[in-house]
């Protein structure tokens, strides 16, 4: 599918996987509004990136209601209705046991993780289903596929809801022309590696995947063409282990 002039809204897009999403689908000829909750990464990356339509920044807090509303009200009187999502955004934090965690973090990661990208694909899966076209792509993690220890009781519950959540919604739509596809990278260098409990070292930051490895599959997946769909796609650093 070309992709020239393709509407595309991405959260988490200032910094970490969800810039490098942007720099990739905007050289490609996409209109990309980047959304975060910071004005200044989004502009500094959008600055970054020389594509053929400039890439239009808008904060977006996607634990607030109001700003998800803001954000896609703003695209679509812009550019238009929204032809590729990318729920990008999340956060983890860094007590992640259950015996220490705060029982109120568990509400601000579900919040941001799972009920944040709910909200986002309610803003533009109504008109993607009456013009039977349009593409999802949720950033999940290998902790929505395996609940692993590195990744935390919240984080792994969270990315799990988004895992349940993209595959029904998945289902009842296939008719109606809309693919979702759910992603689920390993360890990437990112910022939220910040939160780790243990400090990640840059030598284990170089080992592991960066975000344009992401970025790259993503874009392959945004250019098949409409009758194809890619249910979820496991992408990990090759020393990894996945059992």
């Not at 959008?46 to 808008?58: E, G, K, N, Q, Y």
């Amino acid at each position: 599918m070309n992709l020239k002039d393709k509407v595309v809204a991405i959260t988490g897009g200032g910094t970490g996987i969800g810039a490098g999403i942007a720099r990739e689908l905007a050289m490609a000829g996409a209109k990309v509004t980047i959304g975060g909750r910071r004005e200044a990464p989004l502009q500094e990356l959008a600055d970054s990136i020389d594509s053929p339509h400039p890439v239009r920044t808008h904060t977006i807090d996607v634990a607030d209601n109001d700003s998800i509303e803001t954000f896609f009200k703003d695209i679509r009187e812009s550019d238009g209705d929204v032809d590729i999502l990318v729920n990008s955004a999340g956060i983890n934090i860094a007590k992640r046991t259950m015996a220490e965690m705060d029982p109120d973090e568990w509400d601000r990661v579900l919040r941001i993780n799972a009920t944040g990208a709910y909200r986002c694909i309610h803003q533009v899966i109504g008109a993607m289903r009456d013009r039977h076209d349009g593409l999802i792509i949720n950033i999940s993690s290998v902790a929505g596929k395996r609940a692993i220890t590195l990744g935390g009781i919240v984080y792994c519950a969270s990315k799990f809801a988004m895992t349940a959540m993209g595959t029904a919604v998945a289902n009842e739509v296939r008719h109606e022309g809309v693919r979702i596809t759910n992603v689920y990278p390993g360890e990437v260098n990112t910022p939220i590696l910040d939160n780790r409990p243990v400090p990640v070292s840059q030598e284990h930051k170089e080992s592991i995947l960066q975000p344009e490895d992401i970025a790259s599959v993503v874009l392959s997946i945004c250019q098949l063409p409409p009758r194809a769909c890619v249910p979820e796609i496991v992408i990990k650093p090759t020393t990894q282990e996945w059992v």
